[in-house]
């Protein structure tokens, strides 16, 4: 092997011009939680799906990129609309959860402030997890 040889197969990625993003395939989600955790969430009443919902959504998901052997363009398809609907219902989650403090102070009431802990608790939650991804 020469040494130009040995260079480019020892070349690090930010010397070649390439980012050292990892490989997303790779990446093991430390923010996803285990069952402890899980539970801790949902007894605080932070979790952004009940444990039912978030089910069905990942058996869903497993239905389409099932299907993306057979039918490559339909199962992205798919995948855009449950992203999508997943995103849509998120938004109305904490578009909810905004109008009901919103509604609070515009009648002259102030929040408990075990609300406004939940509030930003699960704000603080989904901002680390969109970072995370």
Same mark, same amino acid.
């Given at each position: 092997? +020469?040494?130009?040889?040995?260079?480019? +197969? +020892?070349?690090? =990625?930010?010397?070649?011009?390439?980012?050292?993003?990892?490989?997303?395939?790779?990446?093991?989600?430390?923010?996803?939680?285990? =069952? /402890?955790?899980?539970?801790?969430?949902?007894?605080?009443?932070?979790?952004?799906?009940?444990?039912?919902?978030?089910? %069905?959504?990942?058996?869903?998901?497993?239905?389409?990129?099932?299907?993306?052997? /057979?039918?490559?363009?339909?199962?992205?398809?798919?995948?855009?609309?449950?992203?999508?609907?997943?995103?849509?219902?998120?938004?109305?989650?904490?578009?909810?959860?905004?109008?009901?403090?919103?509604?609070?102070?515009? #009648? %002259?009431?102030?929040?408990?402030?075990?609300?406004?802990?939940?509030?930003? +608790?699960?704000? #603080?939650?989904?901002?680390?997890?969109?970072?995370?991804?």
């Amino acid at each position: 092997m +020469t040494t130009h040889e040995e260079h480019a +197969t +020892t070349a690090r =990625p930010e010397d070649m011009g390439e980012s050292r993003e990892p490989n997303p395939a790779a990446v093991v989600r430390e923010a996803d939680p285990g =069952p /402890d955790e899980a539970q801790t969430l949902n007894e605080d009443n932070t979790l952004l799906f009940a444990d039912e919902h978030r089910s %069905g959504l990942h058996s869903r998901w497993n239905d389409v990129q099932a299907a993306f052997v /057979d039918n490559p363009k339909e199962s992205v398809q798919k995948a855009d609309n449950l992203v999508a609907e997943v995103v849509e219902e998120l938004t109305v989650s904490f578009a909810d959860t905004r109008s009901r403090l919103e509604a609070q102070w515009s #009648r %002259g009431e102030e929040a408990s402030t075990e609300d406004l802990r939940v509030a930003l +608790t699960r704000y #603080r939650d989904f901002f680390q997890r969109l970072l995370s991804v």
